[in-house]
């Protein structure tokens, strides 16, 4: 007798499409995946839509609007199991960057008829909204991250990721200290694992795609970052990108702003 | 159709990226109006690109798209290197081409097999498909890996590649890390170029309709990152001349911006418009594989833009093959890019077509203001227009059918929703 596969359901709030992309990026795993669950909502990849429950769901991009809230409240309890899957979800994205300025502003550049928009004044993760059973990071999420996080929940084992610091995956790879051997300045030592310690083994400094460790202390890092030349409102703008609305980022580029000069 | 059916409405598309609906609406069996309506929430990268310096720019328009970050990333990095006036070595050049190689091939080949040949066959998707064309599928996903490989490798990872910088990469890579990649890039042209007879004759419907085609033209080299606008009509422009000649124009009908050539109208840019004007330009083995399989210019029929993409990934498959083969590594990865007060703008060829970004940056090097014309929001008066035109057949087939042909119309342009959704006038249209 066949066991009947579960259920998984890939929805899409505020994003670029990118981390629900690194699924059909796993062109060698694609095929086993499909063939152990059932893809029961997964627009950008079919047409076929089966109704919920679902027993695990995946949902990438952010808050942003009244409607995509609702939209998430029904999609939570449609879900057995809920996956947020990268930063959009996870910390608010890029897009949060509204969250720390005027949205009407941002609006007006944009657009001509800002009027007609419908949109928040922030954007949240999905936490913010509803229970969530695990947050997967990255800007975008790492795929080998993503199909572990999938086998684990279809096995009912939690992920094996860990949630130390970039700078312990180049000490692992062997990589060569950017900071200390090019003074190239580098948030490693602040920020979460998960990308296999990527811009350092291309002699560039970390950007902090994958958000705050779990013990990241930005404070602490600050004055190796302006010694090596970053003035403090650069060093603001490197955490005000893809985790602007992360607490450990988003207080160390809110310290600086209040600090920052006026300009002349 | 049913004879009281007077809407046609699909509320969530599916197999594009990002998400949008569509309505069409009928008078008795005339149709009235069509809209491709766009629900993404509304994104504000123009507003989050001022006061950031102008090296920050390419790793936060490739946020701007996950299919297409490279495409953001060059055209962001040549229009600050043109305010500069900073000059890419021979070198670089030839690096940047073979990183946008990997990105058409991997978007291609994502939208040829998983996106748009399910609707040629009837499936609801790849998976499915797969079932009884597994060969095909599986091929395809391994074409597909040889490309996502290239940027791997060159960028550090397929989506929001890492290793881009203005004036050029943070790290070139030695000749022998390159030489990894040419068994799977041979393999994937030869196995290409035999599925394009199969693919040749998947049923496509007969429709053209005459359009203008806009895209960028090179004299010696079929467009990626250089050369001049040129379209059917007689436009030959310089990239600087763009905004004098485009226009994002507020139609009555519609709730979204249309971007039209000035005193002509709607166009259409991608695949279709630069296999038309720049079909001499294809690699010879490019060539002979389109010709092998009937396509020489005019082709103005969309949905065979499947085989056009198929061509194209056959040429990026043969380019990238011959930039591994003349590689040699560069002393330096990247130019210095000097900070001046200027405005530097620059288009490239997306897989999609043709990206346009512009920026005015201050004497700190910060940005000022930054415009991005991306080109679903080029193509979506014409994706429109197509629809208004097939919508004249649909009343005569079941409400099934027509509401898949219409979807299909719609997937001909491997729309980028999320990349549009940052310049659509947004209406949040749910039930």
């Given amino acids: ?264 | 159709m049913t004879q009281n059916a007077r809407t046609i409405k699909v509320d969530f598309l599916a197999r594009v990226e990002g998400e949008g609906a569509l309505t069409i609406r009928y008078k008795g069996n005339e149709p009235k109006s069509v809209e491709l309506v766009i629900f993404e929430p509304p994104r504000f990268f123009e507003g989050f690109l001022r006061g950031r310096s102008q090296l920050e720019v390419p790793d936060i328009t490739a946020r701007i798209c996950g299919i297409c970050p490279v495409a953001y990333q060059m055209s962001s990095c040549h229009a600050i290197e043109n305010a500069a006036g900073a000059c890419i070595t021979p070198e670089i050049r030839a690096l940047r081409r073979l990183l946008y190689c990997g990105e058409w091939i991997e978007s291609h080949v994502l939208h040829m097999f998983m996106l748009h040949a399910p609707d040629f066959l009837g499936y609801p998707d790849a998976i499915t498909m797969a079932k009884d064309h597994g060969d095909l599928v599986k091929a395809s996903l391994r074409i597909k890996k040889a490309g996502n490989a290239i940027v791997n490798l060159l960028g550090g990872r397929e989506i929001h590649p890492i290793n881009v910088c203005v004036g050029g990469f943070y790290r070139a890579p030695t000749p022998s890390e390159l030489r990894t990649l040419v068994p799977e890039l041979m393999w994937s042209k030869t196995a290409l170029a035999e599925l394009m007879p199969t693919l040749a004759g998947l049923p496509f419907p007969d429709f053209e309709r005459p359009v203008e085609l806009v895209s960028l033209k090179h004299p010696d080299e079929y467009p990626f990152n250089e050369g001049r606008l040129v379209s059917n009509r007689g436009l030959d422009i310089s990239v600087h001349e763009y905004e004098r000649h485009f226009e994002e124009q507020h139609v009555a009908h519609s709730t979204a911006l249309h971007s039209v050539h000035l005193g002509h109208g709607p166009y259409v840019v991608g695949p279709l418009a630069r296999f038309n004007l720049c079909f001499d330009q294809l690699r010879p083995f490019a060539k002979r594989a389109a010709e092998a399989a009937s396509l020489v210019p005019p082709l103005l029929n969309p949905f065979k833009t499947l085989l056009v993409r198929g061509v194209e990934t056959l040429h990026a498959l043969d380019e990238a093959i011959a930039i591994i083969e003349a590689y040699r590594q560069p002393a330096s990865a990247r130019v210095e890019v000097p900070v001046r007060a200027a405005v530097g703008m620059a288009a490239t060829e997306a897989p999609r077509g043709t990206l346009y970004h512009r920026y005015q940056v201050d004497a700190q090097g910060l940005i000022e203001d930054a415009k991005i014309t991306p080109p679903t929001s080029q193509n979506q008066k014409s994706i429109e227009d197509d629809l208004f035109a097939i919508a004249k057949r649909l009343p005569e087939m079941s409400h099934d059918a027509a509401t898949k042909l219409a979807e299909q119309t719609v997937r001909n342009y491997d729309p980028c929703i999320s990349c549009s959704t940052h310049f659509l006038r947004v209406r949040l249209e749910h039930e």
């Fill in chain 1, 1 to 264: 007798m066949k066991a009947k596969k579960p259920k998984l359901a890939v929805f899409k709030l505020a994003s670029c499409d990118g981390c629900q992309l690194s699924l059909l990026d796993c062109e060698d795993e694609l095929l086993a995946v499909a063939g152990a669950v059932e893809i029961a909502y997964f627009l950008e990849a079919t047409s076929r839509i089966v109704k919920g429950p679902y027993d695990l769901t995946l949902v990438e991009g952010s808050i942003t609007t009244e409607h995509d809230a609702e939209r998430l409240r029904q999609i939570r309890k449609q879900s057995k199991k809920l996956i947020t899957i990268g930063a959009c979800a996870t910390a608010g994205g890029i897009q949060a960057l509204r969250n720390f300025a005027d949205v009407a502003e941002y609006a007006r550049v944009v657009y001509a008829r800002p009027d007609t928009l419908k949109t928040l004044a922030t954007s949240t993760p999905v936490a913010a909204h509803v229970a969530v059973d695990y947050e997967l990071r990255g800007c975008p999420v790492d795929k080998r991250q993503l199909l572990e996080v999938l086998n684990a929940f279809l096995n009912g084992r939690p992920p094996r990721i860990g949630s130390h610091s970039v700078c312990l995956d180049c000490k692992r790879k062997g990589t060569v200290c950017v900071m200390v051997a090019h003074g190239t300045p580098c948030l490693g030592p602040v920020t979460h694992s998960g990308c296999g310690a990527l811009c350092p083994s291309y002699t560039r400094g970390c950007f902090g795609c994958f958000g705050p460790s779990a013990s990241a202390h930005p404070a602490a890092l600050r004055p190796a970052l302006t010694q090596l030349g970053k003035t403090e409102a650069e060093v603001a703008r490197l955490y005000a990108t893809f985790n602007a609305a992360a607490p450990a980022f988003a207080a160390e580029h809110q310290t600086l702003a209040k600090r920052k000069e006026p300009t002349t």
